[in-house]
Structures are given as C-alpha cells and as structure tokens.
C-alpha cells in the first residue's frame, strides 16, 4: 500500500501563485517517476508535469515557464510550484508516483483542488 499526503491547493487569483506538495510512504521500493495530473470537469485528467528519477521533467506545453516540478528523495516528496496562474489552471491536481523499475506500479492521490478567479 502507498499513502499520500497531498497539501497546498486552494483559492488564488489571476496571476497568483501556489505550491502543491504530495509525500508519499508505504511501500515504497523504488521510486521511478513522480509527478502531477490535473482534472476538469468533463474533461480527462491531463498530464501537468512529471519528473523521474534521475531528475527529467517533462511539462504540457501549457505550463511551461510557469510551473516547476521538484523532488526532494530524502523524503519522498514532489512539489509543483504554480507561478502566473491562469483561471484555465483551475483544476484538482492529482499526485502520481510510479514504482519499480521493469515491473512498474502506479499509485494516484486523492486530489487537491486549485481555483484560479477574482
């Protein structure tokens, strides 16, 4: 089992920022990928921004120079750092964490919400 600790989600306006934090633990054995996924709703939950082990991002077209993605894994812990949100950010953003390195699992957080408005 994979618990999640998600945090830092809320009310912000346009042009506002936020940091979104997600601690992972459990059984945890090797940690391939971490990163976040945003929904709205009818719509399918999208890829925001991942980062692997050896520290590749990856980000959707629409978040880059605008969010940043870390990991600090001394504590199995990934952070979204929002910067010049949009209302179009707003969204509940999913953490999600791979493990395993030819066998991979994948583990999804509850979910925290992020509003962007006035």
């Known amino acids: 089992q994979v618990q999640f600790v998600e945090s830092g989600g809320g009310l912000v306006q346009p042009g506002g920022s936020l940091r979104l934090s997600c601690a992972v633990s459990?059984?945890?054995?090797?940690?391939?990928?971490m990163g976040w996924y945003r929904r709205t709703p009818g719509k399918q939950r999208e890829l925001v921004a991942t980062?692997?082990?050896?520290?590749?991002?990856n980000y959707t077209d629409s978040v880059k120079g605008r969010f940043t993605i870390a990991r600090d894994n001394a504590k199995n812990t990934v952070y979204l750092q929002m910067n010049t949100l949009k209302p179009e950010d707003t969204a509940v953003y999913y953490c999600?964490?791979?493990?395993?390195?030819?066998?991979?699992?994948?583990?999804w957080g509850q979910g925290t919400q992020v509003t962007v408005a006035s």
């Open positions: 459990g059984s945890i054995f090797s940690i391939y990928r």
């Open positions: 999600n964490v791979v493990l395993g390195d030819t066998i991979k699992l994948e583990y």
């Open positions: 980062i692997t082990s050896g520290d590749v991002t």
